[in-house]
């Protein structure tokens, strides 16, 4: 299986990723677009699971209730989060005011420590990281200390001609770090946007290099990663993360590339000054 993905919009799954079809271990991943009467079912089963809207309305229905979810679009505003835990089947039909609703799922193994709850947009943390070239903004969807088992969710915002995820960091145990499966869902803005998305490792010649665009998803299975939207394209990407982290020590930071990690000091350093040798 191809670590880069495209979306099909001929289905009502757009995108579907489990750990058998990704050759990892906790995370599955899906994009569902409905419309009209459609219905999507899911069963938790030994999962926990969390649902982000991405564009439009619809109605999840639980045995605790039904949760309305709105979202004007990935660039307008943040999402409410519906987390359900393991043994929670649901729902989701479009809302009757809406033509249709596009949202992600992702579930990781659980063992039902945490209640189903709605997040909403108030709880989730935005910041702005990095400097120069690399700033960009983090909005904490479902990250410690919001509670979770194993998942931790991030929606991060690059201006065109930026780097997020700078300098590159891992999570596959190299340097220590902890094992976790990510995904990285993108949207741009305009559409026809572009990035580069690059996953790599320091101790072998693995590397992967992809040029992406809206709507397309990429699994980071292993190595160092990062991303550079293209300038004049702004870029939205949608991170699921799940792995050997529970509970709280899902807070643990990745590792940072040490040929990089100074640039966390100094985002503006060793920065070449144009007109390199006089002009015109």
């Known amino acids: 299986m191809t670590n880069h993905l495209k979306s099909n919009y001929e289905d009502m799954i757009v995108l579907d990723v489990t750990p058998e ?19 999507y079912l899911h069963q938790t089963e030994d999962t926990e699971l969390a649902l982000v809207p991405l564009e439009g309305g619809g109605v999840v229905r639980t045995a605790a209730g039904e949760f309305p979810l709105q979202r004007a679009g ?8 519906l987390y359900l835990p393991p043994g929670h089947e649901f729902g989701v039909v479009v809302d009757s005011n809406a033509g249709s609703f596009e949202f992600a799922i992702g579930a990781a193994p659980a063992e039902g420590v945490y209640p189903l709850r709605l997040f909403t947009p108030d709880e989730i943390r935005a910041e702005v990281r990095g400097g120069g070239a690399a700033r960009r ?20 915002y690059v201006p065109g001609g930026a780097w997020s995820g700078y300098p590159p960091h891992c999570h596959d145990g190299y340097g220590g770090s902890a094992r976790l499966d990510e995904t990285y869902y993108f949207r741009a803005d305009p559409a ?24 397309d ?20 990407f949608l991170n699921y993360l799940a792995g050997e982290l529970v509970d709280e020590a899902r807070q643990t930071p990745s590792y940072d590339d040490p040929d990089y990690a100074w640039l966390k000091h100094d985002y503006t350093g060793n920065l070449m000054r144009l007109p390199l040798m006089g002009r015109d």
Do not use: C
């Open 21 to 39: 079809s990704a050759n990892w271990d906790y995370l599955s991943f899906r994009v569902i677009r409905l419309s009209g009467e459609q219905v």
């Open 74 to 81: 990935v660039f307008q505003e943040k999402p409410s989060v």
């Open 137 to 156: 903004q983090v909005h904490h969807t479902l990250a410690h200390p919001m509670p979770a088992e194993r998942l931790i969710l991030y929606e991060v």
């Open 192 to 215: 026809e946007g572009v990035a580069l998305h690059r996953n790599y490792r320091r101790d072998s010649d693995f590397e992967e290099i992809f040029a992406v665009r809206d709507t």
């Open 217 to 236: 998803l990429v699994l980071v299975t292993q190595g160092f990663h990062s991303t550079a939207a293209a300038p004049g394209s702004n870029l939205y």
